[in-house]
């Protein structure tokens, strides 16, 4: 959420921070409805300063045997009219906050100009390419032949974008998903966390997925929503707080099932698990202050790194562009990872710095250890990484001319043994 004083102080440089996302201005219409608001509260003010004065008035006169028919009279009516005003400011910042919860974050301003993700810049690459004497396969080819990747199931179960596992693979996701939380809890230093995968809607618009993007999430029947990915019920530890400084940075993660309609994306990776409606992620969430947020967000995104080094991948650091960073980052890196079977470079992970955008939506705040008065948290989140796309490119990186998979020497202490699955 943006900040309304930010807005009045310079509605020029807003409407610029909107262009730079490529949405036409929003100030004026912004600010109609502040200016309604604060004008409807200060005539409520000067009537509730009146109504207590013909109080006193009435009690005076009563006092004296006075007759006070007309003082009550214009009590009622002042009743009458404070309810309007009340009425009016309340219609007045709905209106406001409508307008501003869908707007976008302030992009930072060493984001790279451009409207989609041909603009995004190549910050870093890690490995070379590797080479094959042999050409490499895609991953549901090696899957399929492998009788351990079972789509046609998947589809008579649940529909299609979903995936079964067996064997070998099942075990090597999970094999990911557990080495890859013993490297962030005990080499990074966050905390693991067991979050529930259902949220209430104070959380999902705190996390701003709600209302812009409630298409792409999955309701149940009582109101509640399916986490996305585990940023919103971590993020949400924010929610109402006021934290003392001495206890950030608070870093936390989780490895959940994350789901997503994937609304939009007909005909978009329709072969294999790259986009699923179900699939498991380790997320990483820090809550910061607003002067280590930018250290953080470097930080995060190294902890993301180390994953893919010491899996033996070759990946990609990219700065995302201004059209490309997503609604509610200020900046943001993603990971991309070098798929053989595809021949192309592939997101893994993205690590965001949502500044206080998040926090003012879910009024998260910390007392700073010196001056007076709260201030609004930063949060930052970043895939620690998807099971999926890892055990993809593990998979597609990893593979033997006949078709049968080496297990990364990292993940071996989590696969009992096995060295090999073919």
């Not at 001495?246 to 609304?263: G, H, K, N, Q, V």
Request: charged share 25%; hydrophobic share 40%; glycine share 8%.
């Amino acid at each position: 959420m943006h900040d309304i004083r930010a807005v009045r102080a310079d509605p020029a440089a807003f409407d610029a921070a909107l262009k730079r996302r490529g949405i036409d201005a929003a100030s004026a219409a912004i600010l109609s409805r502040d200016e309604a608001r604060r004008s409807a509260q200060t005539a409520l003010q000067e009537k509730q300063s009146r109504r207590n004065a013909i109080a006193k008035e009435i009690g005076m006169a009563k006092r004296q045997g006075g007759d006070t028919a007309a003082l009550e009279a214009e009590a009622v009516a002042l009743r009458d009219e404070m309810a309007a005003l009340e009425a009016t400011a309340a219609e007045a910042e709905r209106e406001q906050t409508a307008l501003l919860e869908v707007l976008p974050n302030t992009l930072d301003a060493e984001v790279p100009d451009g409207a989609d993700e041909a603009a995004n810049v190549v910050l870093h690459t890690h490995g070379e390419i590797p080479a094959f004497s042999f050409t490499p396969k895609q991953h549901f080819e090696l899957g399929e032949a492998l009788g351990l990747m079972d789509f046609g199931t998947a589809a008579k179960i649940a529909g299609a974008r979903f995936t079964v596992l067996k064997g070998g693979l099942a075990r090597l996701e999970r094999a990911l998903g557990q080495w890859m939380l013993a490297l962030h809890t005990e080499a990074h230093a966050y905390t693991e966390a067991s979050v529930p995968l259902l949220v209430n809607d104070a959380v999902a618009y705190g996390t701003d997925k709600l209302p812009k993007f409630a298409d792409d999430l999955f309701r149940t029947t009582d109101g509640r929503w399916l986490i996305p990915t585990a940023e919103v019920p971590l993020t949400g530890f924010a929610m109402d707080a006021i934290l003392p400084e001495a206890d950030l940075p608070i870093r936390l993660t989780a490895l959940t099932p994350c789901f997503r309609s994937e609304a939009g994306s007909a005909g978009r990776d329709t072969r294999g698990m790259l986009r699923q409606h179900q699939f498991w992620k380790v997320e990483m969430v820090s809550i910061t202050t607003p002067e280590e947020s930018g250290a953080e967000h470097e930080r995060m995104t190294r902890c993301a790194e180390r994953v893919l080094t010491d899996l033996g991948l070759t990946w990609r650091r990219v700065f995302l562009c201004a059209g490309d960073t997503g609604f509610g980052a200020a900046r943001t890196y993603d990971l991309e990872v070098w798929l053989p079977g595809q021949q192309a470079w592939r997101e893994i992970s993205s690590c965001s710095n949502t500044r206080d955008f998040q926090a003012r939506r879910m009024n998260g705040r910390y007392k700073p250890k010196e001056g007076k008065g709260n201030v609004f948290l930063h949060t930052l989140n970043g895939s620690g990484v998807a099971l999926g796309r890892a055990l993809i490119a593990v998979m597609e990186t990893y593979q033997n001319e006949d078709g049968s998979i080496r297990v990364p020497e990292a993940l071996l202490p989590f696969m009992g043994g096995v060295k090999k699955i073919g």
